[in-house]
Protein backbone atom coordinates (compact mmCIF):
# COMPACT_ATOMS: atom_id res chain seq x y z
CA UNK A 1 0.00 0.00 0.00
CA UNK A 2 2.39 2.50 1.21
CA UNK A 3 4.67 2.14 -2.25
CA UNK A 4 1.66 1.83 -4.31
CA UNK A 5 0.27 5.30 -3.25
CA UNK A 6 4.11 7.23 -3.84
CA UNK A 7 3.93 9.28 -7.53
CA UNK A 8 5.77 8.62 -10.06
CA UNK A 9 8.05 11.12 -12.01
CA UNK A 10 10.03 11.69 -14.58
CA UNK A 11 13.77 11.59 -13.76
CA UNK A 12 17.23 11.71 -15.46
CA UNK A 13 19.99 10.09 -13.30
CA UNK A 14 22.69 10.69 -15.60
CA UNK A 15 21.58 14.10 -17.23
CA UNK A 16 21.78 13.19 -20.75
CA UNK A 17 18.19 14.17 -21.49
CA UNK A 18 17.07 10.73 -20.91
CA UNK A 19 14.41 10.26 -18.55
CA UNK A 20 12.50 7.23 -17.10
CA UNK A 21 9.67 7.02 -15.38
CA UNK A 22 10.53 6.42 -11.01
CA UNK A 23 8.35 6.22 -8.39
CA UNK A 24 8.82 9.28 -6.25
CA UNK A 25 10.42 7.60 -2.70
CA UNK A 26 11.03 10.93 -1.94
CA UNK A 27 7.72 11.69 -1.36
CA UNK A 28 6.27 11.71 2.59
CA UNK A 29 3.84 11.96 4.30
CA UNK A 30 3.66 12.44 7.89
CA UNK A 31 1.02 12.06 11.06
CA UNK A 32 -0.41 15.91 12.07
CA UNK A 33 1.38 17.03 15.51
CA UNK A 34 -2.16 18.42 16.23
CA UNK A 35 -3.54 15.24 15.65
CA UNK A 36 -1.29 13.34 18.20
CA UNK A 37 -2.45 15.33 20.70
CA UNK A 38 -6.45 14.12 19.87
CA UNK A 39 -6.02 10.77 22.88
CA UNK A 40 -9.76 9.92 20.89
CA UNK A 41 -7.57 8.57 18.12
CA UNK A 42 -5.39 6.82 19.39
CA UNK A 43 -4.55 4.26 22.09
CA UNK A 44 -0.83 3.51 24.04
CA UNK A 45 0.80 -0.20 23.48
CA UNK A 46 3.99 -1.68 24.63
CA UNK A 47 5.61 -3.79 21.72
CA UNK A 48 6.28 -7.25 23.51
CA UNK A 49 10.22 -8.55 22.70
CA UNK A 50 10.07 -9.56 18.61
CA UNK A 51 7.12 -8.13 17.94
CA UNK A 52 7.22 -6.49 14.67
CA UNK A 53 5.17 -3.69 12.86
CA UNK A 54 3.37 -6.47 10.67
CA UNK A 55 2.67 -8.37 14.33
CA UNK A 56 1.67 -5.70 15.45
CA UNK A 57 -0.54 -4.17 12.61
CA UNK A 58 -2.12 -8.02 12.04
CA UNK A 59 -3.07 -8.09 15.79
CA UNK A 60 -4.43 -4.28 16.25
CA UNK A 61 -5.79 -3.97 13.18
CA UNK A 62 -6.23 -7.29 11.71
CA UNK A 63 -4.30 -7.44 9.00
CA UNK A 64 -0.26 -7.25 8.12
CA UNK A 65 -1.41 -5.07 5.48
CA UNK A 66 -1.74 -2.15 7.58
CA UNK A 67 1.88 -1.99 9.56
CA UNK A 68 2.82 1.14 7.48
CA UNK A 69 0.18 2.89 9.13
CA UNK A 70 1.70 1.99 12.50
CA UNK A 71 4.76 3.85 11.36
CA UNK A 72 3.37 6.61 10.00
CA UNK A 73 1.83 7.40 13.29
CA UNK A 74 4.98 7.11 15.07
CA UNK A 75 7.26 9.09 13.02
CA UNK A 76 9.48 5.82 12.40
CA UNK A 77 10.50 6.15 8.94
CA UNK A 78 14.28 3.49 9.35
CA UNK A 79 12.83 0.20 10.87
CA UNK A 80 16.11 -0.69 11.85
CA UNK A 81 16.89 2.44 14.58
CA UNK A 82 13.14 3.32 14.91
CA UNK A 83 11.56 -0.14 16.26
CA UNK A 84 12.79 -1.67 19.51
CA UNK A 85 14.89 -4.66 18.68
CA UNK A 86 14.39 -8.10 19.51
CA UNK A 87 16.85 -9.78 22.20
CA UNK A 88 18.48 -11.88 19.52
CA UNK A 89 18.60 -8.45 16.96
CA UNK A 90 20.20 -6.51 20.19
CA UNK A 91 22.90 -9.24 21.04
CA UNK A 92 23.87 -8.90 17.60
CA UNK A 93 24.00 -5.08 17.03
CA UNK A 94 25.76 -4.75 20.31
CA UNK A 95 28.50 -7.56 19.10
CA UNK A 96 28.93 -5.19 15.89
CA UNK A 97 28.68 -1.90 17.60
CA UNK A 98 30.90 -2.30 20.68
CA UNK A 99 34.08 -5.11 21.79
CA UNK A 100 33.18 -6.38 24.62
CA UNK A 101 35.25 -4.03 27.03
CA UNK A 102 33.62 -1.15 25.65
CA UNK A 103 30.13 -2.55 26.60
CA UNK A 104 31.18 -1.82 30.47
CA UNK A 105 32.58 1.59 29.58
CA UNK A 106 30.83 4.78 30.64
CA UNK A 107 28.36 6.32 27.96
CA UNK A 108 27.48 9.05 30.22
CA UNK A 109 26.60 10.18 33.69
CA UNK A 110 23.02 11.19 34.71
CA UNK A 111 21.08 12.95 37.74
CA UNK A 112 17.55 12.80 38.74
CA UNK A 113 15.87 16.19 37.44
CA UNK A 114 15.23 18.06 40.61
CA UNK A 115 12.27 20.01 39.50
CA UNK A 116 8.93 18.45 38.47
CA UNK A 117 8.97 14.60 37.94
CA UNK A 118 12.06 13.32 39.77
CA UNK A 119 12.11 10.14 38.20
CA UNK A 120 13.27 11.63 35.00
CA UNK A 121 17.17 11.18 34.77
CA UNK A 122 19.10 14.39 32.62
CA UNK A 123 23.29 13.52 31.43
CA UNK A 124 25.34 15.37 33.11
CA UNK A 125 29.53 16.03 32.80
CA UNK A 126 30.53 13.77 35.93
CA UNK A 127 33.04 16.65 36.35
CA UNK A 128 30.34 19.40 37.73
CA UNK A 129 28.05 16.37 39.88
CA UNK A 130 30.22 14.46 41.42
CA UNK A 131 27.05 12.55 42.60
CA UNK A 132 26.66 11.44 39.22
CA UNK A 133 25.62 8.20 37.96
CA UNK A 134 27.70 6.66 35.67
CA UNK A 135 25.50 4.94 32.90
CA UNK A 136 28.14 2.40 30.42
CA UNK A 137 27.47 1.84 26.80
CA UNK A 138 25.26 -1.46 27.36
CA UNK A 139 22.90 0.43 30.06
CA UNK A 140 22.89 3.15 27.64
CA UNK A 141 21.85 0.96 24.26
CA UNK A 142 19.15 -1.08 26.46
CA UNK A 143 17.94 1.45 27.72
CA UNK A 144 17.31 3.51 24.00
CA UNK A 145 15.83 0.61 22.95
CA UNK A 146 13.33 0.13 25.81
CA UNK A 147 11.95 3.73 24.85
CA UNK A 148 11.21 2.85 21.71
CA UNK A 149 8.45 -0.05 22.76
CA UNK A 150 5.89 2.44 23.94
CA UNK A 151 3.95 3.68 20.76
CA UNK A 152 0.70 4.92 19.94
CA UNK A 153 -2.03 2.89 17.52
CA UNK A 154 -4.46 4.45 15.83
CA UNK A 155 -8.22 3.27 16.77
CA UNK A 156 -9.35 0.89 14.22
CA UNK A 157 -12.53 3.50 13.69
CA UNK A 158 -10.17 5.69 12.04
CA UNK A 159 -8.50 3.95 10.26
CA UNK A 160 -10.44 4.11 6.74
CA UNK A 161 -10.38 7.89 6.69
CA UNK A 162 -6.44 7.70 8.00
CA UNK A 163 -6.24 5.28 4.55
CA UNK A 164 -8.18 7.40 2.37
CA UNK A 165 -6.25 10.67 3.88
CA UNK A 166 -3.07 9.52 3.59
CA UNK A 167 -4.14 8.52 -0.90
CA UNK A 168 -5.49 12.10 -1.26
CA UNK A 169 -2.32 13.50 -0.04
CA UNK A 170 0.32 11.11 -1.99
CA UNK A 171 -1.81 10.88 -4.99
Do not use: C
Not at 2 to 19: A, C, E, I
Amino acid sequence: MYFGSLPNLMYDPVGDGNSMLVTNIMKRAAFRVNMKKELVLLQKYDIADGETPEIVADKHHGSTFYHWVILIVNGISDVYHGWPKSTRQMQTYLTDKYTEAQLSEIHHYEIPQTSGDTTIMIEVENTTYPSATAVSNLTYEMELNETKRKIDLLRNEYLGFFVSEFEAIMG
